[in-house]
Structure formats: C-alpha cells, structure tokens
C-alpha cells in the first residue's frame, strides 16, 4: 500500500494504469533525447520487475520509454582495465558471462540475487536506479568501488555507486554502464544466509571493502586495511544503524563474524 | 510514440492481432483480451509467479511485463500445454496424478515455471528443481509434492535417466 | 454395501476430482467472473490510524467521467444496518464516525474501469481530527489509554457449559473475555512446584493469492446475488440479510473454486462494498481487492500468553492457571471465538486436576484479526509446548518422558463433560521421536545441534455445527452431490464424493459435486473447524446411506427379494451371481422418462450442558512434530535439518490430499517460526506486501522433511476419518525452540525466532 506523501488517506496498489504514451526507441542518443525534450520526463521500462512494483506503488506514469527495443547496453566487457557492464544486461546473462569472471565471485553473487524467473528480465541497472534499500545490486557495487555512468541530454555523467542514493533527481539520465575498477587481486564474496535481516559483500585486493545491507537502510560501506581485525573494520558502522527488524549492536557482531569467514573464502579463492 | 499499440503475435500458437492500450499489461492483455483466465492475477508485483506464462520461451511474471512487449512473439499459457486431443503435458499429469496442487491459484504459474524449467533442462537434479521453484510462491502444498511431481514429469518424458 | 467388504474408492491416492480443472487453467474462481455491464470497485483507505472523521467531500470523484458511485459513511441511510461482525457488530462497511487503524475503509468507488476508479479515489477529500493511536497489547490495557470503542457496540454472548463463561468488555479495549475453570483451586497448594511463565506469539497474514473478491448484483430492485471467495455462504447470507435488511430467500450466496483462505474467507469481507455499490448503480460490481490489501483486511491474532502450571517432583502435572490476551486490532471479527478456543485449548492434551484460564480480545489500532489456520491453538500450543519442555528441564525430568506422563489416554474425556480422546497420543509422539532420533540424539553430540518435540493440540470439527447434504441419483446412475462444504484447496469435494461412491457401490467419477448456491444446497454452518470431513462427512454418509437403502427397497419390491440379499454395484442390482441394470427397472416402473432417487442426511453434534462449550468436541485434531535443528552462535541463524510433522487421518480418504494438507500446514508453521511476520512500526505496517512480507518458499525446504499420515481409525466421521489441515501447523514452532533450548540451554518464548531474536538470547545467556 501507498501512503500518499502527507496524505491522510491510502490508496490501493494501482493494477491497470490509465492510458500512457509509449516511446520505443532504437538508439541510446533518441532514448536520451526523449529523455531531455518531454516536458515531463518518460518514465524508462526494462525489466519490469520494479517499474510494475513503483506503479503498485502509486507510481504516476505519464509516458514510457521502453529500454527493450535498444540494440545495446548489454552484455560486459573488460576494457583498460575496468570491467564494464551494460545497464541492460540481464542477471541472467551476466551469471554466465565470460568476462564477469574477471572478478572471481561476482558472476555466483548475481546468479543468487532474486530468483530463477525474475533473473531472466531484472536488469542490473534497474536493480540499482530503483534506489530500494531492499535490492542487493548497490550493496555488490559498494564494494566493488563501482562507478554510474549516466548519459543524458547535457552530457556524460559519473557518479560512484555509493552516492546513487543521494544524486537527487536522475528523471532525465540513463543510466548507460557500470564500470568497476579491475585492482590488483580483486574478487568479492556475498554471503546472503541471512537475508531478509543483512546481506554482506566483502571485496578483497588491496584496500579492504565490506558493504553491509538490510531492508530498511541503505548500504554502509567500510573500508579500510585488510589488516585490520573483523571488528576494527565493523567499528566504522554508523552509529544510527538499527531498523525494526534489528540492532547496530547486531549488524556489528554479526556482520564482524560473517566477513571473518568471507575472507577465509577469498583466501581459498 | 502513440498510447494504443497494434500487437501481432501468437497465443499458444493461435494467430492474434489486436490494437490495445499500451498501458495493458501482459496479464490482462491474457485474460481480457485473449479470455485465457488461467493465468492468475495475486500479489500484482512479480513476486509470487502465480500469472507466470512463456514470452518466447522464457517464464515471465505477465502481471509486471506489458503487452506491446509481445508484439511479434509468441505467447504460451497453461491452456496451451495440452494437445489438441486434450492429452496433458507430462507436467501438467504429474501435478495431478500426484495432487501437487490444492487451491489451484498459483498452479498455472507452477506449471509453467517447471515447463520451462524442463524445456531447458528435461533431466533437472533436485536441487535445481528446488531452485528453480524457489521462483513462485504456494501457500498451500509446502513445495515437497510439487518438487516430486515436476521430477516425475522428467522422469516420464525420459524413463530411466533421473539424476 | 457389505461393511466388511475391502473399500474401493477411499483411502486410494486417487487424482482429486478437481485435478483436470486445476491443471489446465480451467477452474474458475470468483475473480474470474464478468457480467454484462459490471462495474469496478476500489476502496479509499486511513493512512491515519486513529482519527475521528471529521467531513469527506467525494463531489470531485463523483464527477469525474465513467465514475458511477461513490459510497462515503454519510451516504448510508436508515434502511441498512451499516455494521457487521460475528458475535459483536463493530465493523462499519466504510468508516462511520471514526478510523481505528491505518488501511480502515473510508470510501468506495465503481467505475467502469479500475484505472477510473483508482483515479476517482485520489479526488476524495477526507479530514479527520487525529486521537492518540494505541499501537499494541500493552499500549490498550495502559491506564488513560485512547479508547477505540467509547460505547460497546452491539453484541451477544453465546450460551456456555459447564465451567465456561464470557462476557462483553470486561474493561476499556477488551471487547470479549473468555473464562473456563475446572477443579478446585486449592490443589495450587499441594504442588511441589509452581512455574510461571510468558510467551510472546507473533502476527501472520493468510497471504493466500487469490485476493478477498465479490461480484455483486441486484436484481428486481430487491434480491442480491452474490458470488464470493468465502468459506461460509450460509454465514454469510445471514449477516447481509442483517446488514441489508433483507430475507434470505432475497440473497443467493454463490461460491466458486476458493484460491486459498486459511481462515480469512469467513463472513463479510469484500461483499458489503460489492453489494452496496451494485444497489447504488444498477449495475453489477466487482469489488476485488489487491493483494497488499489482504494485509489489511485480515490477519492472526498476535498475542501474549502467561501459564502458571503446578506440579509434583515425580513431574505429575496438577494445576494449570493461564491468562491469554489476544490483540485483535481494530475491529473483533472472529476474535471472540478465538479467544473462546484459545482459553479452551490452553491446557494441552495433558491431565490436571485443576484448569482455569481467561482470554481477553485486546483492541489496536491495527488490522483486524479474525480466523487463521489453528484458530487460537497455534499460539496456545506454542506456549503450552514450550513450557512442557522448560518444567521438564527445571524437574530433571526427559521432555519426552514428562509429557507420557501426562497425556490423556486413549478414551479419556479431556475435561470434564467433553468427549474422549480419539487418538492415541503416546503412540503418536513416540513415533515422531523414533524419526526424529530422539532416543539416540546424545550419543554423538555436535555443537549447537539439538533435537525437540511437540504436540499441537486443537478440538476441531467447530461448536454446535450443523451440517446437511442431499445426494440425488439419476436413472442412469448420475450422482449429484449437494452440499456446502466450499472446496478451498483442501479436497473436501473428492473427499466427500469418494464418500459417496464408496457407499453407493460406484465408480468416484459418478458423482458430481454440484456448485454451491445457498439457493439450492443445502444448509452448512463453514468450511472451518477441519470440519470437512468430521461434520459434513457425516451428513453425507448419512445421505449416502439412506440413498441407498432407498435403492435396495426398491429393487426389492421389484424383484420380490429382501433388500438384505441384495447388493449395489455401479447402478446394478447384484442379486446372488446376477447384476441387474437398475435403469430399465427405473423406467419400468416410473415410466420412460425415469426417475430420480434423493435422500437427505444431517449432522450436528448433540447440544449438552455438561460439555464446557454446549457440545462435545467432535474430533480432536493432533499434529505431531519434531525438528533437528543447529544453530550459527555467530549469527542466531537457525537450520532445520529435518522436521518431521504427523497427523491423525483415522481413515484417509485420498492419502495424498492428507499429506497435503499435513506439509502444507507444517510449512506455514515454519515461516512462523523462522522469520514470518507482520512487521509494526507502531501502528505502521512495515512489510505490508508480498515483495516485503516474507514466506517460506521451495528453497526454505528443510534438508529432510518427513510427515507421516497416522491413520488410528478412532474418528467419528466416514470409515473412522478424522478431521486434517490445521494439526500440521501447530507442533512446529514450539518444536524448533524446544530443539533450540536442546541444542544452547537458551529459551527463547517469543516469535519468530529470528537470528537477531536468538542470538540476543545466547549473548544474554552467556
């Protein structure tokens, strides 16, 4: 249910949408001129997977730009030393993708977010301009150190992963690729065992990242010398990090123990 | 850009042109337009799979995917599983000779999943039945008859080969 | 038929009568249905949890183009009764004077789409003046607390028995108190021991898929037709002729295939809104709700359980004293015949000499809680189970030992005035711990790794339940089965067709069970209680019964033999080594056209004073569980490596539909006692959806999961069946803690036992 804003009243969850305008674009540069010329801006479609779930929500669709009929930003690649990774690319495509290999448990980790059926259509650039504390992308990209690129009317734009959150209005940007930064012995382990409360994504090589995830809050990233003990490293935790289903002093403990084993398996790679 | 969509493509191989609204979603583009009420409208959010139909070939929640989207596909539904002399698919057979359903609600979207679970892979393990299930939510069953029922279905369509 | 002739169609794992339908897209269920003309409903909701309603102005939606009505609390008159419930009229069909919780209906909109309709709604201008909220147990029972109900609405107290009584808001925010008490008191004081203790039960949604759903129209200006996803057409047909001030005979109540409910579907949901809308166009409506909106409707009573139970140092069981409060959100629905079994059950299946226990309905400003798998018995055998194992623990005694002890014999009335057990419990029990490994479980121990049982205990079979079903027999032998018993997933109507069958001598694909219409079928009290089979089952045998004695009279005048030498096989007359064609014997004598036999049967448990609650328990329903289970100290997470849950079917009638309902049960019992729940904010419901609110899916499968189908053969209804569907979901959660506290030495007493919840508890333990 979708508590309007300020409103006192609910509305039900919209299941058919009034009639909408459809673009169907063939190339990124139209998509990002429809994008920039409508007066209000198109709402963009891939997946479905979270358009649907925001329209539920009481998402208004004036237009849409459906994603789908445009020949690329998909598969990855690794290039000068990045791995890049189209916004299209599905979770499905990407579990068995050769150059998703170029950081060891990455691939494992798309292949177990969601599930069989939505992997197939989710997108992994949907999953994180959703900007849901829910969805586990971001928490991935945290840790990878990744960076957004976003093209819009006015230019290219890059963002860092982390700052997604906080980038405001990104109505008028699409969001185009997903470069990762290929350091020295780069790898990540995610340890999903104990979703719905925290999901953890710990990235080895050179500096240390561990990025901790829950339903209700944005990722925390901590980053520090892979040196550190588990608990210095988890010290570094905001100190409001509690939602209705759990504790700082949780997150913490937990999460303290949980990258202990995460970098006993990065080890063992 | 137009806000009505003309659609050309095939239901469970039948022929369809139709000029719809594009805000139609697949699944009522299925079950109003079409009249095929067996796929089923639950948590309206691809979650719970209940409304889970083949879009060439792969399993789509039609209740979060739109209708322009099928537009020279094909579409297959649980009302397309049974021949033409009304013999059922081996999963559709194993889900009743082995009462893998209860409610019924989510079983169109079950059956569908495990079909193309078993279109892909006609000799799953049970792990990957279970996974591949992990997809679509029954609050009935409790999953364990489902997954023997999906295994039977392989096991009939090649005797002798379970993992 | 020859009673002692081996049985044809029962207890074969036969495909269930609705397994083509199902299996090809092709059972129809309410939100299937479309009508010429038919209109679609949407409800505008509080966001605001407790507020008087101050003014709504829905002239903008009114206007707005394909809208056709728009139903506020103002525009109802004097010619309707403008609340509902079931023994306690609180709940207006949209607000009246006040909101009492976050998603409480506040208007209603037809229009010819549901993109309009929802359109509509955001047009709707709503003021309320905002009253303290009162967000749970112990916020409503807080002294100054905000009272939701200033006045006691309308409501009645049913007769009791012996020992029970209840009575109508005890005080502010209880709408209902249940009391029992058997035995004397005093035997407090000759206990060696006496423990109190206090469990915490959580809040479920049903979460079945297809939505609360109606499709109403009036017709002639004065009779409703109704189709409905419902479990209690006759229930229901009742309260809208309340409701609408109309006879029953001016209401037809139908009901197709039901997608799930688990208790839910029980009396007015969507169809006052359908109803009242289709009476203010003209035209039918469709009032299908969402499924977030099922969130808001209806859900399990969380509640707070406080057991005093006293005992010997031989771990004798005396006295059990116990105070159980309900939250029942913001409307009573079902929550006092909740509370009316929960205070029933709260002893368990154990002996004592003395029992009293109250229950109280505690208001919130939150959804309403009403029926839910279990009805009460889940939250009691949660408590009740945990403790057997924690006094267990405190006397020195094995869990297993201390509750063979206890438990009722075979026979032995449960309290005073009820009926006898009709299990044998200890067999039961023992036969869940033998799969388990109990007796073997210390020889190699491992860390964190524990065992533990329980016991789910219920009376089912519902109170003073009446049942009838008529069977008709065509001069071809087509069977027609007439009955209400509303096919909800469980296999009821290939149950009681094999029934029939079975008694009829004819093939199960015979007999058709006949859409149920409250027009034509007859009189059934609900699909609930796991009565089924336990009350209706009756109805029908008995039906079938007289059917066929009807049958054999015949032919016996027509052949001039005794209708005892003479024997019914699929519609043939078996006479000695002849089988004579009953059709042209039909025709013979009523004529070419033919004729058709029919025949009645009922059933309703005696009302009896000296049974505490008017009539003897029916059946007793029993589910049986153990868990293996290990802990991750580092995490709180728990693993089940095998749960093994088990029912007592007395005699099977499809053993796959048993199991069925077995697996089903215990699987949801699982999600409660892992993760599953409604999470408040206060009184903000913060997983209100099916991406957010979690449910055990295939991979949540323990590694192995076992459950056994016991079949006694001590149960009242047709060849010794005894009720199933509700006893697999009660021994689970009380099993995995027990198997937790075997594991660490932690007692945890509150739901789920969530890895945070658990791992608090090792860290305060430590």
């Known amino acids: 249910m979708s508590p309007l804003d300020q409103s006192p009243n609910m509305l039900p969850p919209v299941r058919q949408l009034p009639p909408f305008r459809l673009f169907r674009p063939t190339t990124t540069a139209e998509a990002v001129g429809i994008l920039g010329s409508e007066e209000t801006p198109p709402i963009c479609y891939a997946g479905g997977t979270d358009l649907c779930l925001s329209v539920h929500e009481g998402r208004s669709v004036p237009s849409l730009l459906t994603l789908n009929t445009l020949d690329g930003l998909r598969g990855a690649e690794v290039r000068n030393g990045t791995l890049a990774i189209g916004a299209l690319a599905t979770f499905d495509e990407l579990s068995t993708h050769d150059q998703v290999t170029a950081i060891p448990g990455l691939a494992e980790a798309l292949g177990a977010i969601a599930n069989v059926r939505i992997r197939f259509r989710a997108t992994i650039g949907g999953n994180v301009v959703a900007r849901r504390t829910a969805y586990e992308v971001p928490i991935l990209l945290a840790a990878l150190d990744a960076r957004l690129v976003f093209e819009s009317s006015v230019g290219r734009r890059e963002l860092a992963a982390t700052d997604i959150w906080t980038a405001g209005d990104l109505d008028r940007s699409l969001l185009t690729e997903i470069e990762i930064p290929l350091t020295e012995g780069l790898a990540l382990d995610y340890d999903r065992t104990l979703r719905p409360w925290m999901t953890q994504a710990a990235a080895g090589g050179g500096t240390e990242r561990v990025a901790v995830g829950t339903r209700f809050l944005r990722p925390a990233l901590l980053s520090g010398d892979p040196g550190d003990s588990a608990e210095t490293r988890f010290s570094g935790l905001p100190g409001e990090f509690n939602d209705v289903l759990l504790t700082r002093d949780y997150v913490s403990g937990t999460g303290a123990a949980l990258l202990t084993r995460q970098r006993a398996r990065l080890a063992k790679g | ?163 | ?766």
């Open chain 3, 1 to 766: 038929m020859n009673e002692s002739a081996r049985l044809e169609v029962v207890g074969r794992p036969a495909r269930r009568k609705d397994a083509r339908e199902k299996v090809r897209g092709k059972a129809g269920y309410t939100t299937d249905i479309s009508l010429p003309g038919m209109l679609h409903a949407k409800a505008l909701r509080s966001a605001i949890a407790h507020a008087r309603l101050v003014g709504i102005d829905a002239s903008a939606a009114r206007e707005l183009p394909g809208v056709h009505a728009v139903l506020t609390g103002d525009g109802i008159g004097d010619d309707i009764a403008p609340t509902y419930g079931y023994f306690i009229k609180d709940q207006p069909i949209v607000a009246l004077d006040k909101v009492r919780y976050e998603g409480d209906t506040v208007a209603a909109v037809a229009a010819e789409t549901e993109a309009i309709a929802d359109a509509a709604l955001r047009l709707i201008k709503v003021e309320y003046e905002e009253l303290p909220p009162v967000a749970s147990i112990e916020d409503a029972l807080s002294d100054g607390a905000a009272e939701l109900f200033e006045e006691a609405p309308m409501g009645i107290v049913p007769a009791y028995g012996t020992g029970a009584s209840a009575e109508l808001r005890p005080r502010p925010n209880v709408c209902y108190r249940f009391n029992y008490e058997t035995g004397s008191p005093d035997v407090f004081e000759t206990c060696d021991h006496v423990f109190e203790d206090t469990f915490h039960f959580s809040r479920m949604q049903h979460f079945h898929l297809e939505p609360f759903a109606a499709v109403a129209q009036w017709l002639d200006g004065d009779r409703i037709e109704v189709s409905t996803s419902c479990q209690n057409p006759f229930a229901l047909r009742k309260e809208l002729g309340r409701v609408f001030k109309l006879p029953e005979n001016s209401i037809s109540v139908r009901v197709p295939f039901v997608g799930g409910g688990y208790g839910s579907k029980n009396n007015c949901k969507a169809e006052p809104i359908a109803i009242l809308l289709a009476r203010m166009t003209g035209r039918p409506v469709r009032f299908a709700l969402t499924h977030d909106e099922n969130f808001l409707t209806n859900t399990q009573h969380a509640a707070v359980l406080k057991l005093k139970t006293g005992v010997m140092n031989d771990g004798t069981l005396v006295a059990r004293d116990s105070e159980i409060f309900l939250d029942s959100g913001a409307y009573s629905d079902a929550s006092p015949l909740v509370a009316e079994k929960a205070g029933y059950r709260i002893p368990g299946p154990y002996r004592y000499r003395h029992i009293r226990t109250s229950c109280d309905c505690v208001m919130t400003n939150t959804a309403p809680a009403g029926p839910f798998r279990g009805f009460g018995g889940t939250q009691t055998s949660w408590a009740c189970e945990s403790q057997m194992d924690m006094i267990a623990d405190r006397l020195g005694m094995d869990p297993l030992e201390f509750r063979m002890k206890n438990l009722i014999d075979l026979g032995e009335p449960f309290v005073p005035g009820e009926s006898g057990m009709d299990s044998d419990l200890r067999a039961g029990l023992e036969l869940v711990a033998r799969e388990i490994g109990y007796h073997d479980r210390k020889k190699n121990p491992v860390p964190n790794r524990g065992v533990g049982l329980a016991l789910g205990f219920k009376d089912g079979g519902g109170v003073n339940k009446p049942a009838q079903a008529r069977i008709k027999v065509s001069t071809f032998g087509d069977i027609f089965l007439h009955c209400g018993t509303v096919e909800i997933g469980q296999g009821a109507h290939s149950a009681l067709s094999a029934v029939v069958a079975e008694i009829l001598g004819a093939p199960a694909g015979r007999v058709r069970y006949m859409p149920i219409n409250t027009d034509h079928t007859p009189y059934d009290q609900g699909t609930n209680a796991s009565s089924a089979i336990s009350v209706m089952g009756q109805a029908v045998e008995r039906a079938a019964r007289s059917l066929r004695a009807q049958v054999l009279d015949f032919a016996a005048d027509r052949l001039g033999a005794e209708p005892q030498d003479l024997d019914l096989e699929d519609w043939h007359i078996r006479k000695g080594n002849e089988a004579l064609p009953l059709a042209p014997m039909i025709m013979g004598h009523f004529g070419g056209t033919g004729w058709e036999f029919t025949a009645d049967g009922f059933h309703k448990a005696e009302t009896d004073h000296s049974a505490p609650l008017e009539t003897q328990c029916v059946f007793w329903e029993l589910g049986w569980g153990a868990a293996d289970i290990e802990v991750d100290p580092d995490t709180g997470l728990i693993t089940v490596h095998k749960l093994v849950v088990s029912g007592d079917a007395g005699q099977a009638i499809n053993p796959l539909v048993c199991r069925g309902q077995d697996e089903g049960a215990a699987i949801m019992g699982l999600g409660q006692a892992l993760f599953e729940e409604m999470v408040y904010d206060g009184t903000r419901l913060m997983n209100g959806d099916a991406f957010a609110y979690r449910v055990p899916m295939a991979q949540d499968l323990p590694a192995e999961f076992v459950s056994i189908t016991q079949e006694q053969g001590h149960g009242p209804g047709p060849f010794g069946a005894k009720g199933m569907g509700e006893g697999g979901m009660l021994p689970v959660a009380p099993a995995i803690a027990n198997a937790l506290f075997d594991a660490t030495g932690v007692r945890v007493a509150a739901l789920p036992l969530s890895p945070p919840r658990v791992k608090a508890a090792l860290a305060k333990n430590s």
């Open chain 2, 1 to 163: 850009m137009s806000d009505t969509v003309s659609i050309t493509c095939t239901v469970n191989g039948e022929p369809v042109a139709a000029d719809v609204p594009a805000s139609t979603t697949l699944a009522d583009f299925i079950r109003e337009a079409c009249g095929l009420t067996g796929t089923k409208i639950a948590c309206g959010h691809a979650v719970c799979g209940a409304c889970t139909i083949h879009l060439d070939g792969v399993p789509v929640a039609s209740c979060s995917a739109y209708a322009f989207e099928a537009d020279g596909s094909e579409i297959r539904t649980v009302e397309g599983l049974e021949d033409a002399d009304g013999e059922l698919d081996p999963v559709q057979a194993a889900f009743a000779d082995l009462s893998a359903f209860q409610c019924g609600y989510c079983t169109s979207g079950m059956i569908m999943l495990a079909r193309a679970l078993l279109d892909r892979d006609p000799n799953p393990s049970g792990e990957t039945i279970r996974k591949w299930l992990s997809s679509n939510i029954c609050r009935c069953t409790g999953y364990e008859m489902i997954v023997e029922a999906v295994a039977r279905a392989a096991e009939a369509a090649n005797p002798g080969t379970m993992r």
